[in-house]
T-cell receptor, first 116, second 113 residues
Framework: SAVISQKPSRDICQRGTSLTIQCQVD?????MFWYRQQPGQSLTLIAT?????????ESGFVIDKFPISRPNLTFSTLTVSNMSPEDSSIYLC?????????????FGPGTRLTVL | KQEVTQIPAALSVPEGENLVLNCSFT??????LQWFRQDPGKGLTSLLL?????REQTSGRLNASLDKSSGRSTLYIAASQPGDSATYLC????????????FGKGTSLLVTP
């Protein structure tokens, strides 16, 4: 299995500001994802964080709004830029694959973001 | 695009009952299906993973089945306990999403003492 930590665990931010969320994994993994869970909704994939190249974004999500870094196989960041109240959500990172020896996807504890 | 539906949206049962949660998906070309548990204010805990070639998986009081041709999966919980109270999420990966998951909206389960 994988142990995943996220920072911060929660934050309250003002409209128009940006927040960077960190995701740290205790083993090297090829595939890392970022999801969003809006209030009362299920999880929606934002992007796949690719090590050494640009992230791959899902329809409806753009790099200018959600820039992602993946400098190595154990760490990634997601920035929520120019925030509005509609960005209030839980943001989760997840990992799967090779070094873990299973197709099971493991999730971090999430970052609960409130935008005022 | 894969659509995942979970029924019922909410369920309340007395302790000790056996129960079934349902999940359906629209595209049968899946790689695997996972059941997760989400507790309030916490992340997701993986319960069971079923590969597309498998029919079922068991872990303790949990049994998950997969009928890929009909696009259905069920999660059976035996002898439910108050500690089972949580939201249960079904998610599939497929040829379009790769290893990324498409989630249902979940079933909110309350087990009363």
């Amino acid at each position: 299995s994988a142990v995943i930590s996220q920072k911060p665990s929660r934050d309250i931010c003002q409209r128009g500001t940006s927040l960077t969320i960190q995701c740290q994994v205790d083993s090297q993994v090829t595939m890392m994802f970022w999801y969003r869970q809006q209030p009362g909704q299920s999880l929606t994939l934002i992007a796949t964080a690719n090590q050494g190249s640009e992230a791959t974004y899902e329809s409806g999500f753009v790099i200018d709004k959600f820039p992602i870094s993946r400098p190595n196989l154990t760490f990634s960041t997601l920035t929520v830029s120019n925030m509005s109240p509609e960005d209030s959500s839980i943001y989760l990172c997840s990992v799967v694959g090779d070094a873990l020896g299973t197709d099971t996807q493991y999730f971090g504890p999430g970052t609960r973001l409130t935008v005022l | 695009k894969q659509e995942v539906t979970q029924i019922p949206a909410a369920l309340s049962v007395p302790e000790g009952e056996n129960l079934v949660l349902n999940c359906s998906f629209t595209d049968s070309a899946i790689y695997n299906l996972q059941w997760f548990r989400q507790d309030p204010g916490k992340g997701l805990t993986s319960l069971l993973l079923i590969q597309s070639s498998q029919r079922e998986q068991t872990s303790g009081r949990l049994n998950a089945s997969l009928d890929k041709s009909s696009g259905r999966s069920t999660l059976y919980i035996a002898a439910s306990q108050p500690g089972d109270s949580a939201t249960y999420l079904c998610a599939v990966s497929d040829s379009n999403s790769g290893y990324a998951l498409n989630f249902g909206k979940g079933t909110s389960l309350l087990v009363t003492p």
